[in-house]
């Protein structure tokens, strides 16, 4: 679903984000992506989403070399990758499905199409019910759970999570991720960028550990990094 053949983003200001990365990202697949503030996470996610543009190297979604795209192609392709922030960045002047609509309402859906596709997504994260009410009335695990819901309404092969859980207790991140193993199991590309340690240890998946840009471990053997790989220490 994603590939990465030895990428590297270097900024005007010569910092290197990334050097020469390297990975694939199946069909099905949830994986997490950690390292140190800094290490290249959010550049990585940014260069999925192209909101930024690799020095060196080429990136793939599926079949389509992202290095080909135009600006104007950009938008065609968001719409294929569901983007969870930790903040929700949710609109608390709208309700709960005017939120999850969003998407579909940018991309031209029919109102029939679009009021079908709201309620089976917010369904799937159990807030149904809700659907009426100002985001700002919920609790924060809802507000994630909204969030999810506009990530997934226009069924995305692929689903983004910035630190979805960083503002959440135990309990309410198994939730979370419980929602992101349904999403993995029905065939989505799932990449969950987390500095949460106890989340990673919790579940034994593949793991992508950056540092100052390099990826220094790539796979399932070790379910946590060693706080030397993070940090040099």
Do not use: C
Not at 52 to 72: A, D, K, M, S, V
């Amino acid at each position: 679903m994603i590939k990465f053949d030895r990428v590297s983003k270097r900024y005007a200001s010569g910092k290197d984000a990334l050097r020469r990365v390297s990975f694939e990202l199946p069909a099905g697949q949830l994986t997490f992506l950690t390292g140190h503030s800094g290490a290249g996470k959010s550049t990585l996610l940014k260069l999925i989403m192209m909101i930024e543009r690799p020095t060196q190297g080429q990136i793939f979604i599926g079949r389509q070399n992202l290095n080909g795209f135009g600006n104007r192609h950009i938008p065609l392709l968001r719409r294929k990758i569901g983007m969870v922030h930790q903040n929700h960045q949710l609109l608390f002047d709208r309700s709960v499905f005017d939120n999850v609509a969003l998407p579909l309402v940018i991309a031209g859906f029919p109102k029939a199409d679009i009021g079908k596709r709201v309620r089976a997504a917010l369904d799937k994260v159990g807030l149904l019910s809700k659907e009426k009410q100002n985001p700002i009335m919920l609790s924060g695990g809802e507000q994630q759970r909204v969030g999810i819901a506009r990530a997934v309404v226009n069924k995305p092969p692929l689903l983004l999570a910035d630190e979805p859980t960083g503002n959440l207790d135990p309990a309410l991140s198994a939730e979370i991720m419980d929602l992101f193993h349904d999403f993995a199991r029905v065939g989505v590309a799932v990449l969950i960028a987390t500095h949460d340690l106890s989340l990673i240890a919790r579940y034994r998946h593949r793991l992508l550990t950056l540092r100052e840009g390099n990826l220094i471990h790539d796979g399932v053997e070790s379910a946590t990094p060693a706080a030397g790989d993070w940090y040099g220490a």
